[in-house]
C-alpha cells in the first residue's frame, strides 16, 4: 500500500514541478500559465484524454492491453450523433446506444482474450481494423446532429472547470473505489499480478479480465460522447488521432506497470495531466508541434525510465518484508540514483 | 515411432505430420493460406499466374517482407518494434533532402541512412535493456520523436528529390531471364535479406535470440548476454527498416505519409506467420510467408473490387482468426502451455 503510495506520490510530485518549470517558463517570456484561458485548456484536453486513460488502467492493470479504444471513440461519436438525430428528447437513447455499442465490443475483446487465447495486442488491433473499415466504409463525413443540450456537456464550465474535467473526475474516483472496494477490482490486481497463482488461489481469471475490457470500451465510449457533444456531430476521423498509444503512455507515466498488477487510477490521472500541461505549456511557449512530438516522445521514454529503476528496486524488497527500522507508511520515495545503484542487473 | 509401427503406418504417419504441419497454426498454416489466396486469385484471373504478373506482386511485396523479416528478429527475442515505419518515413524523407536529385551524392547518402537506422537500433535496444523501458513504450517514443523531427526539419512537407541511382533498387530489374522477364532488384534484395536472416537464425547468435525470447532468465543463467542480444535484433531490425525505406522510396516516390502504419503491417505479418509475440517460437521463413500473405489478400481484395475502405475490416478478422486458431492448435498440441492459462513462464496474456 505505502509502495503504491509512493509511486502515484512521485507522479504527482512530477506533475507539481512540471507545472512550476512550465509556469516559469512561461513567465519568463513575460506571460501567465493560469490565466483563465489556459486553465480552461488545460483541463479541457485532459478530460478527453481522461476517460480513454482510466479504461485503458483497467485493461493494462490485468496485463492486457486495448489498441481499439481510438476507434471505438470514432464509432461512438458516430452512434451518438445519429442515435439522437438532433432531438433533445433522444439524448438519452444516444447515451444508451452508445454504452450499449462499446460495451459489446469491449465484450468481444475479452472474449476473444480469454476464450480464443489470442494475446491483447493482436485482437484489439484486429477489432480497431474491423471499426475501421466499417467507418470507413459506411460514412464518408461527419455524421448525425446532437441537439444543444448535449453540447453542454462539452462547453459548460463550473468556474474554471469544465463540466467534462468534473465528470471524468467523477469516473476516475468510481474506478478508484471500484479497484479498491469491489471482489472484481481486487481481482484485478490478483490476476496481472500472476494469472497462475490467482488461479490457484480461486480467482476465475477470467472475469478480471472481461470486465476490465468491457469498462474500458465503455469510458472510451464516454469519450466519443465527450466528441460528439463538442463537435456537435459524429466525427470519424477521431481515430487517427492516436489516443490509442496516447492513452497507454499517459497510463504508464502515471507509475502503472505495463506488465499488469501495479498501479491505479490516481496515477493515471496525474499522468494525463502531466501530458495536457505540456501540451498546454509548449502552446504558451509557442513550441513548432513538431518539436513537441520530439520532446512528448522523449519524455515519457525518460520517465518509465525512472519508474522502471524504482520497480527493479521494488522488486528486491517485497512489501511484506520491510526493513525492520523504518515505518514503511513514512518511508520517503528513494532517490532514483539510490535505486539504480541497488538494482543493478542481476 | 515404435517397434509395432509397419511401413505402412509410418508413412500415414508422415502424412498426418505433413497434414498436422500444414493445418497446426504454426509456420506451415501460413504457406497453405498463401496457396489457398493465389489459387483464389488465378480462379478469378488467370492471367495473374504468368511470371510478369507474379514477378511484379513480389517486387510490390519485398518492401514488406524485409520489414516482416526485422520485427521477426525483435519478436523472436521477446520484444516488439514499433518504430520502424516511422523510421522508413523519415530514411525516405532524409534521403529525397540530402540527395537533392545529385546523382554523386547517392551512395554517400546510403551510407549515412545505414548509420542513422543502426543508431535508432542501438538507441531503441539500449533503452529497452539497459533502461529497462518496456519495449513498447520505448519504440512508441522513438516513433513520436522521429515523426515529430524529421516534420520540424522539413518544416512540415518532404523537400528535395531521390537521384536516378537511388530509385534503382525500388524499381529497376537486376537481371532479365528467357520466358521470365524482368526479375526486379527488390526482389533480390528482399530474397537475400531473407536468405541472410536464415542464415542468422541457424548461427549461434540466432538460437540465443529464440532462447532469450524464450526464456530471457534461463538464457542469461546459461551465459548469455541478454541485453546485447536483444539490443542486436533491435538494430537488425532498424537496419532492415532502412532497406525497406530504400525500396520504398524508390518504389512509391517520396510523400508525407510514407511508412504510415507499416509497424502494424510488419507485425501482422510476423503474427500470420505464426510466430508468436512473446518470443521464442516461428521461424523467418514463416514471417516471410506471412508478409506474403499479407500482401497477397491485399491483391485478392482489389481483384475482387472490394472498395479500399472495407480492407482494414477484413484485415482485422483474418488476423484475429489466424492467431485465435494457431492459439487452439497450440494449446491442444503442447502440454507446456495449458489452455486455462499457460505455465508459469509464458501464460498466453505474458506474450503481449
Known amino acids: 500500500m505505502s509502495l503504491r503510495l509512493g509511486t502515484t506520490g512521485l507522479v504527482y510530485v512530477a506533475l507539481a514541478a512540471i507545472l512550476a518549470a512550465g509556469a516559469a517558463l512561461a513567465a519568463a517570456r513575460g506571460q501567465d500559465l493560469f490565466t483563465t484561458a489556459n486553465t480552461v485548456d488545460l483541463l479541457t484536453r485532459s478530460s478527453l484524454l481522461g476517460f480513454v486513460a482510466i479504461g485503458q488502467t483497467l485493461v493494462i492493470l490485468c496485463r492486457s492491453l486495448d489498441l481499439s479504444v481510438g476507434y471505438v471513440m470514432a464509432l461512438s461519436s458516430v452512434v451518438a450523433a445519429t442515435a439522437m438525430a438532433g432531438q433533445t428528447s433522444r439524448i438519452w437513447l444516444g447515451v444508451a446506444a452508445v454504452v450499449v455499442v462499446a460495451g459489446l465490443i469491449g465484450l468481444a475483446n475479452g472474449l476473444i482474450v480469454t476464450r480464443l487465447g489470442v494475446n491483447a495486442f493482436i485482437t484489439t488491433l484486429g477489432m480497431g481494423l474491423i471499426i475501421k473499415g466499417y467507418l470507413d466504409t459506411r460514412y464518408k463525413g461527419p455524421a448525425g446532429e446532437v441537439p444543444a443540450e448535449f453540447q453542454l456537456f462539452g462547453y459548460t464550465r463550473i468556474g474554471v472547470v469544465p463540466l467534462s474535467f468534473a465528470v471524468m473526475a467523477a469516473v476516475a474516483v468510481l474506478a478508484v473505489v471500484f479497484l479498491r472496494r469491489t471482489r472484481t477490482g481486487v481481482h484485478m490486481y490478483a490476476v496481472g499480478g ?32 465527450l466528441i460528439a457533444s463538442r463537435f456537435g456531430t459524429g466525427s470519424t476521423l477521431v481515430y487517427s488521432s492516436g489516443y490509442e498509444l496516447e492513452s497507454i503512455a499517459a497510463v504508464v507515466l502515471g507509475g502503472t506497470y505495463l506488465l499488469g498488477g501495479r498501479g491505479g487510477v490516481g496515477g493515471t490521472v496525474a499522468g494525463v495531466l502531466i501530458l495536457a500541461t505540456l501540451d498546454t505549456v509548449f502552446n504558451v511557449l509557442g513550441v513548432d508541434p513538431f518539436f513537441k512530438d ?15 529503476r524504482r520497480q527493479v528496486d521494488r522488486a528486491a524488497t517485497p512489501p511484506r518484508f520491510p526493513a525492520p527500522s523504518r515505518v514503511p507508511l513514512l518511508r520517503p520515495p528513494r532517490p532514483p540514483e539510490a535505486a539504480a545503484r541497488r538494482g543493478g542487473r542481476p | 515411432m515404435t517397434a509395432t509401427d509397419t511401413p505402412a503406418a509410418g508413412a500415414s504417419g508422415a502424412l498426418r505430420r505433413a497434414g498436422a504441419a500444414l493445418a497446426g497454426g504454426g509456420g506451415g498454416t501460413v504457406f497453405a493460406l498463401l496457396v489457398l489466396v493465389f489459387a483464389v486469385i488465378f480462379a478469378i484471373n488467370p492471367g495473374f499466374a504468368r511470371p510478369p504478373s507474379l514477378l511484379a506482386f513480389a517486387q510490390q511485396a519485398a518492401p514488406l517482407v524485409v520489414l516482416a523479416v526485422g520485427q521477426y528478429l525483435v519478436i523472436v527475442s521477446g520484444e516488439l518494434d514499433l518504430s520502424v515505419g516511422s523510421l522508413v518515413g523519415a530514411q525516405v524523407v532524409v534521403a ?13 547518402v546510403l551510407l549515412l541512412m545505414l548509420a542513422f537506422g543502426a543508431a535508432v537500433g542501438l538507441v531503441n535496444g539500449l533503452v529497452t535493456t539497459v533502461l529497462k523501458v518496456p519495449s513498447i513504450i520505448a519504440t512508441l517514443g522513438m516513433m513520436l520523436v522521429l515523426y515529430g523531427a524529421v516534420r520540424l526539419w522539413t518544416g512540415g512537407a518532404p523537400t528535395g528529390a531521390l537521384s536516378e541511382a537511388f530509385r534503382v533498387a525500388g524499381r529497376g530489374d537486376a537481371v532479365v531471364l528467357p520466358f521470365i522477364g524482368g526479375v526486379p532488384w527488390a526482389v533480390v534484395i528482399a530474397a537475400a535479406a531473407g536468405a541472410a536472416a536464415v542464415a542468422l537464425m541457424r548461427s549461434p547468435y540466432g538460437r540465443t535470440l529464440t532462447a532469450v525470447g524464450d526464456n530471457a532468465t534461463a538464457a542469461s543463467f546459461s551465459g ?129
Open chain 1, 194 to 225: 500472476d494469472a497462475e497463482v490467482a488461479r490457484m488461489s480461486g480467482v476465475r481469471a477470467d472475469r478480471p479480465l472481461l470486465a476490465a475490457h468491457v469498462l474500458c470500451s465503455v469510458t472510451a465510449g464516454l469519450a466519443g460522447l
Open chain 1, 294 to 308: 520530439v520532446l512528448r516522445g522523449a519524455i515519457v521514454i525518460a520517465a518509465v525510465a525512472l519508474y522502471a
Open chain 2, 96 to 108: 529525397a533532402r540530402l540527395i537533392d536529385g545529385q546523382e554523386p551524392m547517392t551512395l554517400p
Open chain 2, 224 to 352: 548469455a548476454r541478454v541485453w546485447r542480444v536483444r539490443t542486436l535484433a533491435f538494430v537488425g531490425s532498424s537496419v532492415l527498416a532502412t532497406l525497406a525505406a530504400v525500396l520504398i522510396g524508390g518504389f512509391a516516390g517520396v510523400t508525407a505519409q510514407v511508412g504510415e502504419g507499416l509497424e502494424f503491417s510488419a507485425i501482422t505479418a510476423v503474427v500470420l506467420g505464426g510466430v508468436v509475440l512473446g518470443g521464442g517460437r516461428g521461424t523467418v521463413l514463416a514471417a516471410i510467408g506471412g508478409a506474403l500473405a499479407v500482401e497477397a489478400l491485399f491483391t485478392l481484395f482489389n481483384q475482387l473490387y472490394l472498395p479500399s475502405t472495407i480492407q482494414p475490416a477484413v484485415q482485422g478478422l483474418i488476423i484475429i482468426a489466424a492467431v485465435a486458431y494457431a492459439a487452439r492448435e497450440r494449446s491442444r498440441r503442447s502440454p507446456r502451455a495449458p489452455a486455462a492459462a499457460g505455465g508459469p513462464e509464458k501464460s498466453p496474456r505474458e506474450e503481449v
